[in-house]
Structure formats: C-alpha cells, structure tokens
C-alpha cells in the first residue's frame, strides 16, 4: 500500500504554520546561546571561563596570523607555501576533531540520576555497582549515558530537517522574485555561449537547476528550442546551481579559517564545472557529439500514455515529505513561467484546425504572393512556431486582416487581439476557414484581391492573460497574509537565508558536542576509504533528495569546521553532480510528447558531469586543478572577507548579465 502524505486540517495546525515557527524558535534559539554569557551573568550564575578560553585556543590555533610551524613573513611571498600551510592548518583543524572525549560522570551526579528516574524506588551503593539489585544495575548503566549528545543527535537530525525545508522555501522566494524574468531569458538564445551564460542565469535566479532543466525540456518537448541549444543552456544550469552552496558557505563570516575552508569545498563544485564547460562546450559547438550520441540512444524512446495505463507521474523520493511544509508557507505556480518561456502572453489558441487550415493561413501571413517573407512581419515570431513549416495549432492568430499592398506586409497580418474599435463586432466577424467543408471561405478570396482592411476570424477559442496570473498560488503568504509575488517572494528569501544561516551556526554548535572522539574518527574512515564509493554515496543522496544543491549544502559546513577535507567533499561532489541528472531522466521516463528529445536532454546532461569526471578526477595531476583552484579561491577569501561577494556576484551576475545584455541587443 502505496504512503500519502496527509496534510493535515487548514490553519494554526498547518505546515507552513509550522514551518515558521520553526524557523522563529531556532533563531531565539541561537540568539540564547550567543548571549548564553551575559545570560548567565544576569541570572546570578557562575561565568565558564574555561569554555572562553578553550574558545580562544581555537581561534589562536586557526588563525593564520600567528608565526608556527615556519610562518614566517619570507613564507607568505609564496602562494605555494602558503596553501601548504593553510592545508597543515586544516590538518590541525581535523585533529582536534578525532581526539577522544571521555564521558565519565561523577558518583553523586550518577546518585543523583537513579534517585530522580527511579522515583527514589531503586536503592544501592554508586561504588560497587556490581553488588545492586539487577534494578540498580539498569538504572547505574543508564546514568552512565551522555544524554547531552543523546538530545544534540536527535536535534542535528531536525536541524538537518529544517534546512532542507529552508533551502526549498529559499528556492521558493527567488523563484517569485525571478521566476517570470528568468523565464523571459530563454527567448534570446541565439548561440552557445548565450544559451551557456542564459542557462546560468536563469538557475541562479530561481535557485533551482531542476526548474531551468524542467523549463528546457518543456521548451524542447514543445518544439520550442532545439536539442543543440538546449544543451549549452543545461551546462549554464549546472553551473548555476553551485550558486547555493557558496551561499551557504557565507554563512560562517564570524570565523575567518571556516569561511575560508567552506568557500574552497563551496567553489570546487564551481571549478569543476567550469573547467568541464571550457573544455567541452568548445567541442560540443565545433561536433555536436553530444546531441549525435543522445539521439542514437534515445531515438528509439516512446512517451508516456496515460490512456494506455501508464503511471506518468515522475518519481520523488524524499521531496513529497519536504514539499508540503515550504509550500504551505508560499507555493509557486510553474505553469505561469512556462507560458512565459513559451511565448504565450499574447495568446494561446485552443482550436483543432486541420492541417490544410494551417497551411492556408501560414502561406497568409508569412508570404506576399509568391514571395517568401520568411514570417519576418510577425512581430516576436520564432521558428518554433512552425511543424514542418506550417504553423501549430497554438500558435494560429485569433484575426487576420487584409491590409493595402507594402513593401514588408504579408498578404496577411497576424493579429491576436480584434483591431476594431467596436468590440461586438469582433464576434460577428466572418470566419477564415469553413471547417466544415475543411476549405477557404470564398469571401476571403475577394477581400486578398481588395485588401481594404477586411478582418477574419481565426482562432473561434483563444486563452488570454496566461502570463498575466500571479506566480504565488497557495500558502499563508497567499491565504493568511495577502501577499503579492514580489513580497512573498522578498519575505520568503528573507525568512530562508536568515533560517539557513541560524541552523548552520547551531549545527557546528552540536557537531561540537557530537562528532568529537569516536564519531568523528567513523566518519573520517568513511569519507577517505575510496573517492569512487564517495562518488556513489554523493549519487545516492542526492537521487533521495533530488538537488545536488541540498547535497552539497550540507557538504559545505562540514568542510567549513574541518571535520571533512576539500579533497573529501571533491569526490562527494562529483556524485551530487551526476545524481542530480537523475531527476531530469526521471522526468523524461513519463513525458507525454517529444520522447527523444526529452532522453536527449536528459542524457546530454548526464553524460557532459561523466565526461568531466573522467577528464578531471581519475588521474591524480589532473584532479589537482579544480582543488588547487577552490583553494586559491579560499586563500583570498581568508585574506579578504568582501571576496565571497565579488565572487557570486561577477561569476553569477555580472558576466552572464553582460552576455544576455549583448545577445538582447542582438536580437533587438
């Protein structure tokens, strides 16, 4: 029997409800234990001094500026040396993980424990145990348990819980910020690295590589953009989406040495992916390797029919359960920015006009006798209007008007909306097509020889204002607030970084408390047994989540506080990248129309993260330059702490923002 989510009754009791308050009781929370200090002072209680200065050996340990270990101003010319000191430094940092803590609490604090859980009903000497009652000898093992890292394991989970909901209502908010506008990007792609710098654009302004993947292969599926474009435009979203984690990186500002840790295990997600798209886009432009191989593979693919009792519903695993709380504090509607990738704000025509219909009216509006215009009087025509170059059902006009002979005019105009004054007159308009006989109505003959501004009636349905409906659809913002798109998408992104940057902080608070000793030394063994089973594990977790984004998020703050090195997290990454393909080949398993094309989307994406792999991982001199990279890109950050902003904003912003500048005039 198949597991529902059950969402529960509207209001107080509601995820979203929930969600907030989540959110609101962390960050007071963390706000306590910032100030746990003065708290105490205020409270009249005993100020832990030792814990200040074991703080203080931390920092004084991290910190780069003292002269240990040879750091000498003679050693700081040389960017070789000081990497090799930052890494003996990181080295240091994993150390004091793995060093043991023991537990061992006192007799009285242990009498004290049996008295309380007992009800004072269990009696026996804390100094020779082994002589008690087999009672006593049960509650003597169970006062010897920490339940400290009991509660922090338990907390870590949800603090775990919690930021992946952060990273979806984050997503969420940058998706109604941008999600219109980013879906407008997609009508200029014109060459490779447009659609390169488009593609990373578009997914940095929703946060989501999964939602630009999913526009392309709905433009792709919808004849709207070719395989060959699509696929430069795929390596901008994985690019894109490597924008989170260096956010997430941001959030350990307050610790120079874990800023710095966490930007280099943040940006070799971007280094690998730059490095593969320098390399490879030069030769899927100069080849089209990747579209040829796709096809081959793929060509053989049948869509999902739903008549025939096929499940076309794509397959999520751990998301059903993530959805319902980020949703329910704001839910977007996606359908609104494919109308808009799509190009159907002026209209969508929802007629079934037959193939000699469409034939007639294209060689109407796209021709001037004989003379091919080539569509050039059709304002914001694209060649994807076309199927086998006659005009698809959705994209007929609802008029046509015969307008006097010009140089540029077809012997048609192409209009969506009535150009009469009188718009009850527009529905006594005469029809274009007589679909009953399936041929030309005879009065259209007449009015193509006079050409004195006679309007016709095409489309009979026509869907207005699909563009014009707010992105926000459901949630509290929505029902309980009244938000529009560009609040709730401001509130939400407000809410989710805040969110995002207190459960970091109190997530190396309790890793402190319970990754120390024992725990620390398993999953140091773990992550450095072989970088191909890390691959699998990266793969597999990302496939349960279905964000490389999430997966590397949480990456990121445990290379930041030193428990995993960036030569760990490198191999971990790159199974998040492929892992992350699996949600679009998911998504092509059930597509309904355009099969092949979806698979060769799916896979190019696929195989451009394994050719990487296998150009930058296997051979060890090879791996060194995406490392070697993020730690340059580390080593300024630990120098100059504005560098993570420059960073995200000209790799992320600026650059693809000029480029889609040039290509908007381009196109103009």
Known sequence: MAITHDPGPAGPSGEGESLVVFICLTFLVAVAHVFRHRIKRALGMDEENEDNLDDAKVVKIESGDGKTDGEGENAQDSDAIE???????????????????????????????????????????????????????????????????????????????????????????????????????????????????????????????????????????????????????????????????????????????????GFAGATVHDCFNLLSVSVLLPLQWASDFLGEMSYEMAKGATSCDEDSGDDC????????????YYDGVAKYD??????????????????SPSKEEKKAL???????????????????????????????????????????????????????????????????????????DNVLES?????????????????????????????????????????????????ATFLSITGICVVLYLLVQSLNILIKGQAARFLRKAVSLNGYLSMLIGVFVTIMVQSSSITTSVLTPLVAVGLVSIEEMFPLTLGANIGTTVTGILAATVVTSNPVEAWQVALCHLFFNL????????????????????????????????????????????????????AVAATS
């Not at 091919?372 to 008007?401: N, T």
């Open 443 to 491: 009065a259209v003959g007449a009015a193509l020889a006079a050409k004195d501004g006679q309007v016709f009636k095409v489309c009979e349905e026509m869907k207005y204002g699909l563009c014009d409906k707010p992105l926000l659809k459901g949630g509290i913002m929505l029902t309980d607030w009244d938000l529009d798109d560009d609040s709730a998408g401001a509130l």
């Open 83 to 261: 990497l090799d000191q930052l890494d003996e430094l990181d080295r240091k940092a994993q150390e004091a993980w793995t060093q043991p803590e023991p537990y061992n609490p006192s007799p009285e604090w242990r009498l004290k424990f049996i008295q309380y859980a007992s009800c004072g009903t269990v009696q026996g000497n804390v100094d020779s145990p082994q002589d008690g009652s087999p009672a006593f000898k049960f509650f003597y093992f169970l006062s010897g348990v920490n339940w400290m890292k009991v509660f922090v394991f338990f907390s870590v989970w949800f603090l775990i819980w919690l930021f992946l909901e952060c990273l979806g209502l984050m997503g969420t908010g940058f998706k109604l910020l941008g999600g219109k506008d980013s879906a407008k990007l997609f009508d200029v792609v014109d060459n490779p690295i447009s659609g390169l710098m488009i593609g990373i654009l578009s997914t940095v302004l929703v946060q989501s590589s999964s939602t630009t993947t999913s526009i392309i292969i709905g433009l792709v599926g919808a004849d709207e953009m070719s395989v060959s474009t699509a696929i430069p435009m795929v390596m901008g979203a994985n690019i894109g989406t490597s924008v989170t984690n260096t956010l997430v990186a941001m959030g350990h500002f307050a610790n120079k040495d874990e800023l710095r840790r």
């Open 334 to 351: 996606k359908k609104i920015a494919t109308y808009v990738s799509q190009g159907y704000c002026d209209g969508q025509c929802q007629d």
């Open 362 to 436: 294209t060689d109407l509006v796209c021709k001037k006798g004989d003379t091919d215009l080539k569509c050039d009087p059709i304002e914001e025509y694209k060649g994807s209007w076309k199927d086998d170059d006659i005009f698809k059902k959705k994209r007929m006009p609802a008029y046509i008007r015969f307008d006097a002979a010009a140089e540029k005019l077809a012997d048609a105009t192409y209009l969506f909306d009535c150009p009469l004054a009188d718009k009850d007159a527009c529905e006594a308009l005469p029809a274009f097509w007589n679909r009953t």
């Open 313 to 324: 519903e794509k397959t999520e695993f751990l998301k059903p359960y993530l959805k319902p």
């Open 611 to 662: 050719f990487g792999i296998a150009i930058w991982y296997p051979i060890p001199v090879m791996r060194r330059v995406p490392l070697n990279m993020a730690k340059y890109l580390g080593s300024f950050t630990g120098k100059y702490t504005w560098f993570p902003l420059a960073y995200v904003g000209v790799v992320f912003f600026v650059i693809p923002g000029i480029v889609y500048g040039i």
